[in-house]
């Protein structure tokens, strides 16, 4: 009767082992899914962060070319019409320098008729002259 007590506690430890031997093999291999599942989920979460900084980054890019373009557009346009006021006064200066030429020119002609006129004048008065006294 003992030994046939040894015997069953021998096979109940024997049945044990084997049924805790395949419960930690089951243990293993689940506990290899869910770890492999957590790899996937991080792997997942890494690349979506990547790609966010990437994302995050490229748009910085874009609102940093934007602001280049902005105010390269800004400059331009300050050049413009720095040069369309440089222009412009240059023109008014030339204006100005024609029309004191065109004066002085128009003034000259105005002396050099006057002094003709006043030439004539003389001639006529004394052709007058000599013809009164001839009568």
Do not use: F, G, P, Y
Not at 8 to 33: C, D, G, P, W
Not at 127 to 135: F, G, I, S, T, V
Request: glycine letters at 0%.
């Amino acid at each position: 009767h003992e030994r046939e007590h040894d015997r069953e506690i021998s096979e109940l430890v024997t049945k044990h082992e084997e049924e805790m031997e395949k419960l930690r093999a089951e243990l293993n291999k689940k506990q290899q899914h869910l770890l492999d599942e957590l790899r996937q989920q991080m792997a997942a979460a890494h690349k979506a962060e990547i790609e966010l900084a990437q994302l995050q980054s490229q748009t910085l890019h874009s609102l940093e070319l934007e602001a280049l373009r902005l105010s390269l557009n800004n400059m331009h346009t300050s050049q413009l019409e720095l040069t369309q006021s440089n222009l412009r006064k240059e023109k008014e200066t030339a204006l100005v320098e024609l029309r004191e030429m065109l004066n002085d020119k128009r003034a000259q002609e105005v002396a050099i008729l006057q002094s003709r006129h006043q030439l004539e004048w003389e001639k006529i008065k004394e052709q007058c002259l000599k013809e009164k006294e001839d009568l």
